[in-house]
């Protein structure tokens, strides 16, 4: 069946700029996360949605990130006024209860 | 102290050999426990949950020490194809808490 799905898969962008990155989760799945991965690094936990609660927000680095799930199927996440710190591999997972499924990640450079 | 740390590696070992890791946790009341696996440039897939009284999955083996808060992975007969990076994940006690991620330990089976 399908996957977890991420646009674009690849993103380059000019410092200042905001960029918005899309997942689709699997269908019927309640949990949605986003984490980022920095090169050679471990993934870095940014914001959580569990079906209709409030989302977890603790993980996001700075009021220049924020993230939407809409109808909760879809979700963006908007970096606004990009730095060349935010470069990194962003990754989407959604889960029915414990288990995550990983989409393939959006990979941003910010030059 | 770190919630979920791993020895990041890396680990060259030959064909065939045993290759052992571990995780250790830093908070009593996580409940589950999983390990992941990251190949190269790749998102992160599920290789196996690991449950209180141990597990085992073909060549691969998990068991969970509560009273010494790690987590251990066993590879056995080591393929070429168990080069990656795996990581150890664990739950806290509440059902909306996310996953939280070590940073890997890489390894790299050698013909």
């Known amino acids: 069946g399908a996957g977890v799905s991420q646009s674009p898969s690849n993103k380059v962008t000019e410092k200042g700029k905001d960029v918005e990155l899309r997942c689709d989760p699997i269908s019927g799945h309640t949990a949605l996360y986003w984490y980022r991965q920095s090169l050679g690094q471990g993934l870095e936990f940014l914001i959580y949605f569990q079906g209709n609660s409030a989302p977890d927000k603790s993980g996001l680095p700075s009021d220049r990130f924020s993230a939407e799930r809409t109808g909760g199927s879809v979700s963006t996440l908007t970096i606004q006024r990009t730095q060349q710190e935010d470069s990194a591999v962003y990754l989407c997972?959604?889960?029915?209860?414990?288990?995550?499924?990983f989409g393939p990640g959006t990979r941003l450079l910010v030059l | 102290r770190k919630e979920v740390e791993q020895d990041p590696g890396p680990f060259n070992v030959p064909e065939g050999a045993t290759v052992a890791f571990n995780c250790t946790y830093s908070n009593s009341a996580s409940q589950s426990f999983f390990w992941y696996r990251q190949d190269c440039r790749k998102e992160p897939k599920l290789l196996m949950s690991v449950y209180s009284s141990g597990n085992e999955d073909g060549r691969f083996t998990a068991q969970l020490n509560r009273a010494s808060q790690y987590i251990s992975l066993l590879i056995r007969d080591s393929k070429l194809s168990d080069s990656a990076t795996y990581l150890c994940?664990?739950?806290?006690?509440?059902?909306?808490?996310?996953?939280?991620f070590g940073k890997g330990t890489r390894l790299s089976v050698i013909a």
């Open positions: 994940v664990v739950k806290g006690f509440s059902g909306n808490t996310p996953l939280v």
């Open positions: 997972a959604s889960s029915p209860q414990d288990t995550q499924y």
